[in-house]
């Protein structure tokens, strides 16, 4: 079991249900949920925006516990998908933060918490198993496999615990909204009120943003796709013609969602592929590029919902802005 420090920086851990057994509804006042509503704000600004001051370590366990667990359950009554994704992103570039800083002994300490055979290796780096890889892991086949364990560098392990906190902050917790008290739902509200307002893309719900790749794009691309996922989606806000400046919304919130990786990608970059694109009379939405570069999802193998439309007709809200 890991010690109280390091579960008050990760109260996501399995140590941290310790901490969290004693914790009833009726033992909550209203100063354990006002920690937690500020916790739910933090956690969703940093979500949102990673530049957001990542806020100290705090000392107790307990009360780490308690403003993460409820917090979740304050998002649990709101119900927004919205606050939920920005919140586990949030939680995980925190623990992502406080990992780097971690010694050698406690990193494996902390990772070895949630996957149980996690070790360092004599010859440098960190081991585990297979089935604890696959966990949280991505991209198997580029990982280094041996006798059933995949090896990490200290950055690998970082990025997998990443994913790993973020997957825990996102399942919402197993508790039934008809028995959350009243003073809960109080808070919820009170939170709703706070949490920083979303950019509605449905308020510009023109043809080609409301296709299927466009909407993935805007939920963020990994490292070496962005600036072809932000030329399609400059393209679709330029075709359904949106004003620049709520193009420039639209962008943003793409860069929000991508996530921070070797090289960021910047809203310099975004806005100088918008003002390219804007400069064009008729740019052209290409559903195979997006193939080609590994950014449609699933359902847009050829033919692609677009790609439908074309064949058979195109619907009005397409054509007017051909």
């Not at 933060?97 to 070790?119: H, K």
């Not at 719900?205 to 299927?212: E, K, N, R, V, W």
Request: with cysteine; proline share 6%.
């Amino acid at each position: 079991m890991l010690s109280s420090e390091l579960v008050a920086r990760f109260p996501f851990v399995p140590s941290a249900r310790a901490f969290a057994r004693e914790m009833g509804f009726a033992s909550v006042g209203h100063e354990q949920l006002e920690a937690a509503r500020v916790r739910a704000i933090d956690s969703v600004r940093h979500g949102l925006d990673s530049s957001f001051p990542t806020p100290p370590a705090p000392h107790l366990a307990r009360e780490s516990v308690s403003s993460y667990a409820l917090g979740r359950i304050l998002l649990r009554v709101i119900g927004s998908e919205y606050y939920w994704r920005h919140f586990a992103k949030g939680e995980a570039e925190c623990a992502r933060r406080f990992a780097e800083m971690e010694n050698p002994g406690a990193f494996v300490q902390v990772l070895g918490d949630i996957f149980p055979t996690f070790a360092s290796e004599p010859s440098g780096g960190f081991s585990l198993s297979l089935t604890d890889y696959l966990q949280s892991g991505r991209e198997l086949n580029k990982q280094e496999l041996s006798g059933g364990r995949i090896r990490l560098s200290r950055s690998g392990a970082i990025e997998l615990f990443r994913n790993a906190a973020y997957a825990r902050s996102r399942a919402e917790p197993k508790v039934a909204l008809a028995e959350i008290p009243a003073a809960f739902k109080s808070a919820a509200n009170e939170l709703s009120e706070t949490l920083p307002k979303p950019i509605e893309v449905k308020e510009y719900a023109g043809s080609f943003l409301s296709l299927p790749c466009i909407k993935s794009i805007v939920e963020g691309v990994g490292e070496g796709k962005r600036y072809y996922a932000s030329m399609a989606l400059a393209v679709a806000c330029r075709k359904d013609g949106l004003p620049r400046e709520k193009g420039l919304e639209v962008m943003q919130l793409f860069v929000n969602n991508c996530r921070k990786e070797t090289h960021d990608f910047t809203m310099r970059e975004a806005t100088a592929t918008l003002e390219w694109v804007y400069r064009r009379s008729n740019p052209i939405h290409n559903c195979n590029s997006l193939r080609e570069h590994g950014i449609a999802p699933p359902e847009c193998a050829y033919p692609s919902q677009y790609e439908r439309a074309r064949g058979r007709g195109i619907p009005a809200a397409v054509e007017k802005t051909e």
